[in-house]
């Protein structure tokens, strides 16, 4: 992305919030949700600025968790180029040494929803995106923009995994991974191998950061976050290393 892309000045655009609603994290808690306004398209520009800020994008929405009261959600990023793998990564990616990976433009594809849809129910049946269907997954992972791709990962001429990734003008976003749920792929931790080799794009691309969303401390499924060490975390306008 280029850095000559023109810029709004944040204080310039139009921000919602929603109402109250449960927390997706936290029981017992309620949630509020800062949206750009929708009519304001997530251009380069305005997306860079506001990802430094926290903003994550979901469709053609970006938004930021501005819930009165707690703080518990935090944005977190890797600075790539201090990045070392720890010897359970290595051994994640000598064992998919035989996956292949290919990224592709952020379009529908009937093989990445069938994968889709067989790890939202396996997975994440208690969730808010289940039940799985076509326009929900249209409306998440789909977007005709120059920053939106899809990274597939093959073992032979099965799809075994699709990383959706934004490449910005400071790094790489991780927007979301599905992948096989089969007993047989549970050893190669694919969500893990799909991280680092987003990792390996933002390196390629010579992109200082990945950008792997929020990160709250009490809720254990995003505890996998703190081991890419080292990972920062935003307090206020800036960056600072995670401590934990």
């Given at each position: 992305m280029s850095s000559n892309t023109p810029r709004r000045p944040v204080?310039?655009?139009?921000?919602?919030?929603?109402?109250p609603h449960d927390c997706s994290y936290l029981p017992d808690r309620e949630a509020t949700t800062l949206f750009l306004d929708p009519q304001e398209a997530?251009?380069?520009?305005?997306?860079?600025s506001l990802s430094l800020l926290g903003f994550r994008r979901s469709g053609r929405h970006l938004y930021r968790p501005h819930c009165e009261g707690c703080n518990a959600c935090r944005s977190v990023r890797i600075p790539v180029e201090r990045f070392e793998p720890n010897r359970t990564q290595r051994r994640v990616l000598r064992r998919n040494s035989d996956i292949q990976t290919r990224v592709v433009n952020a379009s529908f594809n009937s093989r990445h929803y069938a994968l889709y849809a067989n790890y939202i129910c396996h997975r994440h049946a208690?969730?808010?995106?289940?039940?799985?269907?076509?326009?929900?997954y249209?409306?998440?992972?789909?977007?005709?923009?120059?920053?939106?791709f899809l990274l597939e990962f093959?073992?032979?001429?099965?799809?075994?995994?699709?990383a959706a990734f934004d490449q910005l003008e400071h790094?790489?976003?991780?927007?979301?991974?599905?992948?096989?749920?089969?007993?047989?792929?549970?050893?190669?931790?694919?969500?893990?191998?799909?991280?680092?080799?987003l990792i390996e794009i933002a390196r390629t691309q010579a992109l200082p950061h990945l950008y792997l969303g929020y990160w709250i401390e009490e809720c254990r499924k995003m505890n996998y976050k703190k081991h890419f060490s080292p990972v920062e975390v935003l307090s206020g306008r800036h960056w600072q290393p995670l401590i934990t």
């Open positions: 204080r310039d655009l139009r921000f919602f919030l929603t109402v997530p251009l380069p520009g305005v997306y860079d208690d969730g808010d995106m289940y039940p799985p269907s076509h326009e929900q249209r409306t998440f992972l789909t977007l005709n923009e120059s920053y939106a093959t073992l032979g001429d099965e799809l075994v995994a699709v790094g790489i976003s991780a927007i979301y991974t599905f992948f096989a749920t089969d007993q047989a792929f549970e050893k190669r931790s694919l969500g893990t191998l799909a991280i680092l080799k």
